[in-house]
């Protein structure tokens, strides 16, 4: 779950569907080389897949007691966080291997500096998952492919955690100093996010082929009722919210 706090209420934006935001970004990227890919169809399916995991865990949230507020993603409980990655890249894999290779890589990547005994434990079961899918379905495009759909998953949480119109010095720190992941298409520019308004993100340089909108659906779930009741009925009775965002060159 994202869990963005203001002050009478939590916005919570289920994983999966911020996964949703990250394919539609794919689906509009600049690259038109990218769909000549004998991939590309297994690539949308990772994108699009590489939340599921997050499904039944943000179907049924849980309360960060020290914090008092719903836990995230970024902080919830790492031993039942990994058994969920787990189940979840299977889940997908079972769909199409190269996909459950990706989201698996993917997943590995948050916890290759980790020393905890669970994420040493984690590591080693999915390089022996990679070992498999890789004699299932292989490709050169491999490193490539995790950068998109990191990138992807980067900008959607740009677009899901920060305040619609947060000016530069307002912004979560992730991502202030521009995205992670450069393309040759883009002569390796490091590519630059903010909002020009309050649901206008500009790019600069501009990935996708053409201003791209997108409605993220949310949950505005109030605290009073947080306190008065388990954050799971809370999050279920919560209101239904929206954000409305183009993101724009």
Not at 165 to 170: I, L, M, N, P, S
């Amino acid at each position: 779950m994202i869990v963005n706090e203001y002050k009478s209420y939590f916005e919570m934006i289920p994983q999966h569907e911020h996964a949703r935001i990250s394919y539609e970004i794919l689906k509009n990227w600049g690259d038109h080389s990218l769909e000549k890919s004998p991939l590309w169809e297994a690539l949308l399916l990772a994108v699009r897949e590489h939340d599921r995991a997050w499904i039944p865990l943000d179907a049924s949230p849980i309360m960060n007691k020290q914090q008092n507020k719903p836990y995230s993603f970024t902080d919830f409980p790492e031993k039942e966080k990994m058994t969920a990655y787990q189940q979840g890249i299977q889940t997908v894999a079972e769909q199409n291997a190269y996909s459950g290779l990706l989201n698996s890589l993917h997943y590995a990547s948050f916890f290759k500096n980790s020393t905890s005994k669970d994420a040493v434990s984690f590591l080693k079961e999915e390089e022996k998952r990679q070992e498999k899918l890789r004699k299932l379905q292989t490709h050169s495009e491999e490193s490539f492919h995790l950068r998109l759909l990191q990138f992807c998953d980067d900008l959607s949480l740009y677009a899901c955690m920060n305040d619609p119109g947060a000016r530069k010095d307002e912004e979560i720190s992730w991502f202030k100093n521009g995205f992670r992941h450069t393309f040759e298409f883009l002569d390796y520019k490091t590519i630059q996010a903010q909002f020009i308004s309050t649901n206008e993100i500009q790019l600069i340089p501009f990935p996708l082929r053409s201003l791209l909108k997108v409605t993220i659906h949310a949950k505005a779930v109030n605290k009073t009722e947080i306190a008065e009741e388990k954050v799971e009925a809370a999050y279920q009775s919560g209101e239904e919210a929206v954000r409305n965002l183009s993101f724009v060159p």
